[in-house]
């Protein structure tokens, strides 16, 4: 062995001693830094407008689904009031609770690390999904947003590890809390009963195989309807149960206006090729290989099974498969630890491989937040500059009202085959009065927007004037006539 030859195999082995968990390490606190930056910059989707309102409605005495259109749990908003009480009716309210999902997101991220190293190969393969997760666009773009898919997932995961951890240690204390984190996750959003089918049916599979005992099964249900039960309070005393089953349920059911899925798994297919290769792929092959761990065969039936029923919904945004990627970012972790190791490969060509893995979703992430949310900031701002606390604002696509009351208990999802035909039609026509133009002129909203809103033939022009905002108006006060 010449001097260099045994100089290399010198840093080598270094270099696999101290410095590649290091530097995967590294990766992760990297790719975290510029999600923050995401989190801080991004443009807001109008869902999350339409979550810090629905909270702010709650703050002062408002009941979702009966005083205003929801069709989502209430738990998110209810977390959000005491944000409202602390940083007050002001733009940076949102901004602060953008870090609170953040602090969720690296909740999924541990909980993605805490199942792939216990059920699945080992820590590098846990530090590998993380890495796969943390660079799926998809996922990031949506995890940083407020959206109740967050707390969800976060809940979802945690419930899945204590079933897990049940099977092999066969404490109650796990089943039950198994069971806590799983109502909890269907608390913040309806879609943990994907993820509760599949853990339901790893139950059933247990028992069969006598495994289990149905008293455990009883123990697992009635902790999840246990909490249950405080939402079922809570409808019964402010007397919107009959509205929430309207709107969470029958509305959810039959939404009018379905659009293809695929498109968005597509567009993601060219961010993550690898993750979709590696994740989708793995997680069908670790199904079907036999001789693997039942643990992690449950893991990787539920990523599957997470992204197909995404596409029973008549309308799959890109938030509804959220919950399927921690899952296949496990797959993917395990089936590149597993070849590589087949490969023996060293550390360095390791790290090697994933740094090329995980440099093409790295510039797709660059451009999530090319849009930037400054100009939606500055338009809640002259909203609540230029209005009263007891004013009107009509704003029908949750663009800058965050902190003022609405024209109609529709207040959002009023254009066409959205939310109010559709509830028209499953209530006989409860709402066929809506009229805009009408009820503009009735209650006199200070501010409105041009959403699906005529102002010329609606004659409001002499009335309202334009503002530096595009689509925004304002009263023009001192008109005798209105």
């Not at 440099?359 to 797709?364: F, G, R, S, T, V």
Request: proline share 3%; charged share 15%.
């Amino acid at each position: 062995m010449n001097r260099s030859t045994a100089e290399s195999g010198r840093t080598s082995r270094l270099f696999a001693c101290f410095g590649y968990d290091a530097l995967l390490m590294l990766l992760i606190a990297l790719v975290l830094l510029l999600i923050l930056s995401i989190s801080f910059e991004k443009q807001f989707d109008h869902d999350e407008f339409e979550h810090i309102h629905s909270a702010w409605y709650i703050s002062h005495g408002a009941v979702p689904y009966s005083d205003f259109f929801q069709h989502h749990n209430p738990l998110l908003w209810i977390v959000m009031i005491p944000f409202l009480v602390l940083f007050g009716e002001t733009v940076q309210t949102p901004v602060i609770i953008r870090f609170f999902m953040l602090a969720q997101l690296m909740g999924i991220a541990y909980m993605t690390y805490k199942l792939a190293t216990a059920f699945g190969r080992s820590r590098e393969s846990g530090l590998w999904a993380v890495l796969l997760l943390l660079t799926m666009v998809m996922f990031v773009e949506k995890a940083v947003e407020i959206r109740p898919d967050v707390p969800q997932v976060l809940f979802g995961l945690i419930s899945l590890y204590y079933l897990l951890a049940h099977f092999e240690n066969s404490d109650r204390k796990t089943l039950l809390l198994s069971a806590f984190a799983g109502s909890i996750s269907f608390l913040f959003l309806q879609k943990h009963l994907f993820l509760l089918l599949v853990m339901a049916m790893a139950l059933i599979y247990k028992f069969i195989r006598r495994r289990i005992s149905l008293s455990e099964i009883l123990i697992f249900a009635g902790g999840f309807l246990s909490l249950q039960l405080l939402l079922l309070i809570y409808l019964v005393v402010t007397g919107s149960l009959g509205d929430y089953y309207l709107t969470t349920v029958k509305l959810n059911l039959s939404q009018p206006q379905p659009f293809a899925g695929h498109a968005n798994l597509t567009r993601s297919f060219y961010q993550n090729t690898m993750f979709w290769i590696l994740g989708g792929g793995g997680a069908l092959i670790l199904l079907i290989r036999p001789r693997l761990p039942f643990n992690l065969k449950v893991v990787s039936f539920a990523g599957i099974v997470l992204v197909l029923t995404a596409f029973i919904a008549k309308q799959p945004h890109r938030q509804y498969f959220m919950g399927a990627l921690p899952l296949l970012s496990i797959s993917g972790g395990y089936v590149l630890t597993e070849l590589t190791d087949r490969m023996r490969s060293p550390k360095i060509l390791r790290a090697v491989i994933l740094m090329c893995l995980i440099a093409m979703p790295l510039i797709y992430l660059t451009f999530v937040k090319q849009r930037t949310n400054g100009k939606q900031l500055a338009a809640i701002q002259y909203v609540l500059e230029n209005s009263a606390s007891n004013d009107c604002v009509y704003d029908g696509d949750i663009q800058f009202n965050l902190y003022r009351r609405d024209l109609h208990y529709f207040w959002y999802s009023v254009s066409k085959n959205k939310g109010l035909d559709n509830f028209n039609k499953i209530t006989n026509g409860r709402y066929q009065d809506y009229n805009i133009c009408a009820l503009i002129l009735s209650k006199k909203p200070k501010i409105i927007s041009r959403f699906n809103l005529n102002i010329n033939e609606c004659d409001l022009m002499s009335y309202y004037t334009q503002t530096e905002f595009k689509n925004i108006y304002i009263r023009r006060d001192g008109n005798a006539a209105f």
